[in-house]
């Protein structure tokens, strides 16, 4: 565990109270928590299985010791963005607000692994360019499912509310059914659910953790 | 490091990469990165040390592997925050904004140290209320320093600008000038800079996040 550099900088005022003036560095806080952050952006339409293998990753990293946390409609819509609608302009900001969080999750040398559809290209370029300018690791991860498949899976029953709500003529503006899904064209990772399990999903994502040096190799 | 419980939760996918179904529980998470996560909220005037504390303590925590983090304005209102203003609606949005973020932390499993003057009773106490609603620990820290001190200490020159303004008759709604600051009458801790040091505030503060078992006895 290296110490903070500098001796000029440094106080000594009391045993293991130590601190010097200004932020910790980047570097510093690397060196002492052992691990890089990052945001992995997961975006796939609803039951691409985004979720599924966030939470799996999450665990994996935990159990070796990396702090990682998930950003997902549960704990954002409820909390931070429960005053957003979905009008086009809420949808943007809540997209926005979860790509500043992740930002500063990343900053924190926290894992940051965001589930959501964010089926706008400006949108997700947007929060791209928030880590590129902070210069912090950004992953797109685009998970890959034919909308047939998803659909078929409706693990929250929310196709099924779309189709009858488009019969019934009151759209949703629901991703794949009357809403378009913008399929990421410069994404770092495409991830085809229908054709890789979780486990291989996991080992994707760890190496290109390790790739981009937030993991030691 | 204890292992994910329940043998039947536990899917072993392959080496090393085992996860099971659904959310990581708080008691999983703490375990595996072995401390809490909590809420440090710093309130006090403009210049009344709650940087100069919230610095020094997110190293000392960091020293000991207790991954920590600040927010303040330099880090939120050019980021998540950017598109508030000063009315009252955007102050108080502005705070309600990093109480989430900061119960995010905390629920994450990071020391989120807050620094905002946020002079009003009301929204420091939708962010307690946040904590507990998530039961996440809660530690609104009273950082007092009378006015004519934090005047004299000024640090970023903003209560001459203020003096001035008032002066020319343009007020600035600036606190302790020409805007309230709500003493906490329910604080956790009231540390008067006055007359402790840094270094005495930080033991301070390590004391109550023992006393929270958010770090070990």
Same mark, same amino acid.
């Given at each position: 565990m290296p110490a903070f550099q500098g001796a000029n900088m440094?106080?000594?005022?009391?045993?293991?109270?130590?601190w010097h003036e200004g932020d910790v560095t980047r570097e510093e806080r690397e060196g002492l928590l052992g691990h890089k952050g990052a945001t992995l952006w997961m975006t796939g339409l609803s039951g691409s299985g985004k979720s599924t293998i966030a939470v799996a990753l999450e665990q994996v990293l935990l159990k070796s010791s990396v702090s990682?946390?998930? $950003?997902?409609?549960?704990?954002?819509?409820?909390? $931070?963005n429960k005053n957003l609608g979905f009008s086009a302009d809420d949808r943007a900001e809540n997209?926005?607000?979860?790509?500043?969080?992740?930002? $500063?999750?990343?900053?924190?040398c926290v894992v940051a692994i965001t589930s959501f559809i964010s089926p706008y290209a400006k949108d997700r370029d947007l929060v791209r360019k928030l880590h590129a300018d902070a210069q912090l690791p950004?992953?797109?991860v685009y998970v890959k499912c034919p909308l047939a498949v998803a659909e078929d899976r409706d693990p929250k029953g929310l196709y099924k509310k779309a189709r009858a709500a488009l019969a019934a003529g009151k759209g949703m503006n629901f991703t794949g059914i009357d809403d378009p899904y913008e399929e990421p064209v410069n994404a770092e990772l495409v991830i085809d659910t229908s054709a890789t399990s979780v486990e291989e999903a996991v080992r994707i994502l760890l190496a290109a953790l390790r790739k981009q040096s937030v993991l030691p190799a």
């Open positions: 440094a106080k000594q005022v009391a045993t293991n109270i130590t990682a946390y998930r $950003l997902d409609g549960d704990n954002i819509r409820h909390g $931070l997209i926005r607000r979860v790509g500043e969080v992740a930002k $500063l999750f990343a900053d924190a950004f992953i797109e």
